[in-house]
């Protein structure tokens, strides 16, 4: 989804930084300024750096909430007991940005939601600071992950909501650029 929102947003005239962890997608347009990264802490890092000098954010994935304590540098041999795994929490990137946003900027998230989705997305939408959120749910056939395309709602800061129906991923962001530019009008 990320990368169908890089590329409408580029072939409307943006200049795009696009944050990705690992992935085998490649972009097209050459005002798509990409940025590989590896763990969480560089997602943030990243982001922190760029935000500031742009005029939105659209923060279409969320990376795990949360992160090993210590990361082994040699393979972990099976014992004979359970191993227990300590996790800290991950620091929520579209939260930080929530709180460095500008009355100039828009700020967009997601919510992927399996559950009391609407009002968990509500709740996202007001905590981060954020000027709407695009809830998926995995409930919904054909939607999320791995596949290609998407079901989405709309939820702005004003609590409109606005439902799509189930459509390519290149047609979600079209509707969600769509969204963003009558965003920035206002």
């Known amino acids: 989804m990320g990368f169908a929102l890089a590329e409408e947003l580029a072939l409307r005239g943006a200049e795009v930084y696009l944050v990705s962890g690992p992935v085998h997608l490649k972009t097209i347009n050459p005002a ?23 005029d939105g954010a659209v923060m279409c994935a969320a990376v795990a909430d949360y992160t090993p304590v210590s990361r082994a540098d040699k393979k972990m041999k099976r014992g004979d007991g359970d191993l227990v795994v300590e996790l800290k929490p991950t620091p929520d990137i579209a939260s930080g940005l929530g709180k460095l946003k500008k009355e100039n900027q ?4 997601f919510a ?15 905590k981060k ?9 995995l409930n919904d056939p ?6 290609d395309t998407n079901k989405i709602t709309i939820i702005d800061k004003h609590n409109n ?9 290149q047609e979600v962001a079209v509707d969600i650029v769509d969204y963003l530019v009558d965003e920035m009008k206002l």
């Open 32 to 54: 798509i300024h990409r940025i590989d990264v590896i763990s969480a802490e560089e997602m943030n890092n990243q982001c922190l750096s760029i935000f500031p000098k742009v």
């Open 106 to 109: 828009l700020l967009v998230g």
């Open 112 to 126: 992927l939601e399996t559950n009391n989705e609407r009002e968990n997305a509500l709740g996202k939408l007001k």
């Open 129 to 137: 600071n954020l000027d709407f959120i695009v809830l998926n749910s």
């Open 142 to 147: 054909g939607a999320g992950f791995q596949t």
């Open 161 to 169: 909501l606005c439902n799509f129906e189930l459509k390519s991923k």
